[in-house]
């Protein structure tokens, strides 16, 4: 398995994705949407998720295919991203029909961000536009790190941010993940060093240190987040996604899987104060694939992905962690 040419969620063809932000709000939002409506299930592992729609992706629900995913910072205002998503693609006469109504489908997840230093004192609840932005900024490019859903995302020690990454498997087919990290969790080693997800790096994509020599990691749990803000203020929101055939069944399947990239990548993970999430999708641009194979590739790309979120992640004014790039210039 190698990444796709992007090394991001979009060398699943036909997947876009847009970014917003608020540099003052510390927090945006971030929307997947693809070249027609897709198949997707979701799985939750946290003990604190914030959705929207997520019932509807079980299997036995009779939606077949939504219209885009959001993730966003916000909390439960973050929620209101969907509804600015909704919006625009009602005007652009997309949704599902039903008689002369146009319904568009939008399930979405949110971290919390809303202690994180920022400015969260409005009138009017920002969310909604910063979906419709993020949406209108939709490409197959776009940016890693202190953007969108992951502007003002933190992990326990150092600033979290938004990561992506992507493996092409055997037969051809294409995984992805896109994941806005904000865990309870670590996602270093003692000293910031070296990431906990350094046994699954390709081609020094977030730095090339390999793993910590140490051993005996876990035992001990420090966190500058927990000391500077709430302990409830967490979560790590993921999207997976192939272009393999896939049943709803499958894909929530996959969503399974894909929690291992986590696991693998933030320590401690699935806690009680975590939201942790993974949507996953089929764009089913090819034939049905090797569902083990998809999910092994989907929690490989997770793991990546959240180690090139806090590589990539930024530092600005009022931030209350440093960014893994400060501590290791």
């Known amino acids: 398995m190698r990444p796709g040419s992007r090394n991001l969620i979009t060398d699943v063809a036909g997947l876009k994705v847009g970014n917003a932000q608020n540099d003052d709000l510390k927090s945006g939002s971030t929307v997947l949407i693809g070249d027609t409506s897709f198949t997707a299930s979701v799985h939750v592992m946290g003990g604190a998720p914030g959705t929207r729609e997520t019932d509807l ?7 077949a295919a939504v219209d885009a995913l959001v993730l966003s910072g916000g909390s439960a205002f973050g929620l209101d991203a969907c509804s600015g998503v909704v919006d625009a693609l009602r005007a652009q006469g997309r949704g599902f029909r039903l008689g002369d109504a146009v319904i568009p489908l939008v399930p979405g997840a949110i971290l919390f961000d809303l ?3 920022g ?6 609840n920002p969310y909604p536009a910063l979906g419709r932005a993020a949406l209108a900024a939709a490409g197959e490019d ?3 790190g202190s953007v969108g859903a992951g502007t003002g995302a933190l992990s326990a020690m150092v600033k979290g941010g938004l990561g992506s990454a992507s493996l092409q498997l055997a037969d051809g087919s294409m995984v992805g993940a896109l994941v806005a990290a904000n865990p309870v969790g670590a996602v270093t080693t003692p000293g910031e060093r070296h990431f906990h997800a350094a046994p699954y790096e390709i081609d020094g994509e977030f730095g090339g240190l390999g793993p910590d020599p140490a051993t005996g990691l876990g035992r001990i749990f420090e966190s500058r987040k927990a000391a500077a803000m709430a302990a409830r203020a967490n979560t790590t929101i993921a999207i997976v996604a192939t272009d393999a055939m896939l049943t709803k069944a499958e894909c929530q399947r996959v969503a399974v899987a894909a929690h291992d990239g986590i696991a693998r990548a933030v ?3 699935h806690m009680p104060n975590d939201g942790d999430l993974v949507f996953s ?6 034939p049905a694939g090797d569902v083990a194979m998809i999910g092994h590739a989907a929690a490989l790309c997770v793991s990546r992905a959240i180690a090139r979120a806090i590589y990539a992640a930024t ?3 009022g931030d209350l962690l440093p960014c893994w790039s400060t501590l290791n210039a």
């Open 315 to 317: 530092p600005a004014e």
């Open 119 to 124: 400015n969260k004192a409005w009138e009017e």
């Open 142 to 144: 776009f940016a890693l």
């Open 57 to 63: 992706l079980a299997p036995d629900k009779t939606v």
């Open 281 to 286: 999708l089929s764009t089913a641009k090819r």
């Open 115 to 117: 202690l994180n230093g």
């Open 267 to 269: 320590v401690p993970a």
